[in-house]
């Protein structure tokens, strides 16, 4: 039964863009399923592994620039400068991990703040890369996959974007059952009790960091050619780093679906405010998040995927439970 | 540390570990000697340092002075995790179970040290849950197991990353009368099959019924250091912790 819901649901989804031909609903998917691989990335890291990073535009921003400073400068596909852009992301991420790990909870929170605002600040003023002006994407035209640019129709943005979520969950899901995914709740739980069972947890972290911040990089490259125009204050903001969270807290940390189905609910949210009422409706939306934050810690902490298990009456598997119980079917 | 060197006499051998916090001196020069195989127990009032000498040999604090040799190699200071891969083991005090996790995950994070298959780490677990009686309990969540049964589980789980030398943390403290002979009987099955460990104590009748050899602490230092029996009669210990009332 599961599994032919399942079915339909994906189904649905690989047939949307011909049925809804519009762009402003096939850029609510794309908006989706962007923010959905953003908050699964990041899930990687903060659900899973337990540290919560405030920081991780950084990583963002860095596959939004790398990719479109290769396309600039040495005319690279962005398909190339996309790999790029993880690979450095994921040396900066390690960089900031190897003196950020060693703090635990809400200092460790506040330091990739800190790291964050460093980074932002610097490409604000560092000319050569933009500055505060920022950069365009150079326009290629006709539309073509290998410069990763399309006009005429959101059609393959939608896929593309469907592929990078699909990478993302792909991702956590090899992850949540393996070795590594055991090591990284258990560092969640008691990292001291961890260590005295033989886990590196520095080495563990720095992991989960890598593969969050490569992944997080990925859409950075994605948005980039998306809206061929990118600068500091759209790609490496704080508040976009609290949105990941956002999105993955609200939809449910831990968990494999959790942060896609946040995203579900807060991007049409954002968008619908914004379209309700017009240019004003970027606070409006906050408020309302903020709202749904309360509504959530109080009520049902478990976030989104929390509530859909109650209603569906089935008790809230942990991660590795279902990962027993889908291994020994 | 290959198969072919001869084992040296003691397993593990602590000689002059000092550690102070702040002005209060929580070791002061404690020098002792574990066999392979020995079962040592250790005693002393509360806040005679016991627990800290734990975590100085496993490298959860760094002493401020001595050193800590395990197989004669220096291991003083290392991260607890690199000790744990050394063959050193240990429980908690106040114990640490993975609450969110399953009693089998539980025990799985301590297979993992010898195997990355999650197939193999999970039989293992199995295994290990099946010998301090907590195989129903596998599928239960930390967080509803009784004190008992996490202490149980807490064993389980340092067995799984096949220590050779087992340190247990009050193993038998805040567990209901009627379960400690279970408990007992477990620890000297797992010393029988060759296992060496340090046990501290609070029960002198676990001591007593278990122990080839008792370390006693006061005020950080080692006050004796012997057969349980003399241990028990030694005038010092006595003063510093038995008191009169107690009947060998």
Redesign the interface.
């Known amino acids: 039964m599961r599994r032919a819901l399942a079915l339909v649901l994906l189904l649905a989804v690989l047939v949307f863009p011909l049925i809804f031909v519009r762009p402003f609903p096939r850029h609510i998917m794309i908006m989706i399923f962007l923010y959905g691989s953003l908050a699964t990335a990041w899930n990687i890291l903060a659900g899973y592994c337990g540290q919560i990073s405030l920081g991780h535009a950084v990583y963002f921003g860095i596959g939004a620039y790398t990719s479109t400073l290769l396309v600039r400068d040495a005319a690279l596909t962005p398909w190339l400068g996309m790999l790029f852009g993880a690979a450095l992301a994921v040396v900066v991420s390690q960089a900031i991990g190897y003196p950020v790990f060693r703090l635990r909870g809400h200092y460790f929170a506040i330091a990739t703040i800190g790291f964050g605002e460093i980074v932002q600040t610097i490409v604000l003023n560092w000319d050569w890369i933009g500055g505060a002006r920022g950069l365009f994407v150079p326009i290629k035209r006709p539309d073509s996959l290998l410069n990763f640019q399309f006009h005429e129709s959101k059609a393959v943005y939608y896929y593309i974007a469907l592929g990078l979520l699909a990478l993302a969950l792909g991702a956590t899901r090899w992850i949540e059952?393996?070795?590594r995914g055991?090591?990284f709740?258990?560092i969640k739980?008691?990292q001291?009790?961890?260590?005295?069972?033989?886990?590196?947890?520095a080495r563990e972290k720095q992991a989960a960091m890598a593969v969050s911040a490569a992944l997080t990089a990925l859409g950075g490259t994605f948005w980039a050619q998306y809206v061929l125009f990118i600068d500091p204050e759209s790609v490496f903001p704080l508040s976009l780093s609290i949105l990941i969270c956002l999105v993955a807290v609200m939809g449910g940390v831990g968990s494999l679906w959790g942060p896609l189905l946040g995203a579900a609910v807060l991007v049409p949210l954002s968008e619908g405010t914004r379209v309700l009422l017009g240019g004003t409706g970027k606070a409006l939306d906050l408020v309302i998040y903020g709202a749904l934050i309360m509504l959530i810690a109080v009520f049902q902490p478990a976030g989104l995927i929390g509530l859909v298990r109650q209603l569906a009456r089935r008790p809230t598997l942990?991660a590795?439970?279902r990962a027993?119980r889908e291994?020994a079917a | 540390m290959s198969v072919t060197e001869p084992h040296p006499a003691s397993l593990l051998e602590v000689t002059g570990l000092t550690k102070s916090f702040g002005g209060v001196v929580a070791n002061r020069d404690i020098a002792f000697a574990v066999r392979p195989g020995e079962l040592v127990g250790v005693i002393g009032p509360n806040g005679a340092g016991k627990s800290t000498l734990f975590d100085l040999i496993?490298g959860?604090t760094r002493p401020d002075a001595g050193q800590v040799r395990l197989d004669g190699h220096d291991v003083t200071g290392l991260?607890?995790?690199r000790i744990?891969?050394l063959g050193l083991?240990?429980t908690?005090q106040k114990l640490?179970?993975?609450?969110?996790?399953?009693a089998?995950?539980n025990v799985?994070?301590?297979a993992?040290?010898h195997?990355?298959?999650?197939?193999e780490?999970?039989a293992v677990a199995i295994d290990a849950l099946a010998k301090v009686g907590l195989a129903d309990r596998a599928?239960a969540?930390a967080r509803g197991l009784s004190t008992g049964q996490r202490k149980r589980l807490e064993l389980a789980?340092?067995l799984?990353?096949r220590p050779r030398l087992l340190l247990l943390d009050e193993v038998t403290g805040g567990v209901d009368p009627g379960a400690i002979p279970g408990l007992v009987a477990l620890v000297r099955e797992l010393h029988g099959r060759g296992l060496a460990l340090i046990v501290i104590e609070h029960n002198m009748r676990v001591i007593m019924d278990i122990a080839q050899r008792v370390l006693a602490l006061q005020l950080g230092e080692v006050i004796a250091d012997g057969p349980p029996a003399e241990i028990m009669r030694d005038r010092r210990v006595i003063d510093a912790y038995l008191g009169e009332a107690w009947r060998a």
Do not use: K, N, W
């Open positions: 059952r393996s070795r055991y090591y709740r258990a739980e008691d001291d009790a961890a260590a005295s069972l033989g886990v590196q947890v942990t590795g439970a027993q291994s | 496993t959860f991260r607890p995790d744990c891969r083991g240990r908690f640490r179970p993975f609450h969110d996790m399953t089998l995950e799985m994070i301590g993992f040290l195997t990355a298959d999650v197939a780490a999970r599928a969540h789980r340092a799984a990353t």
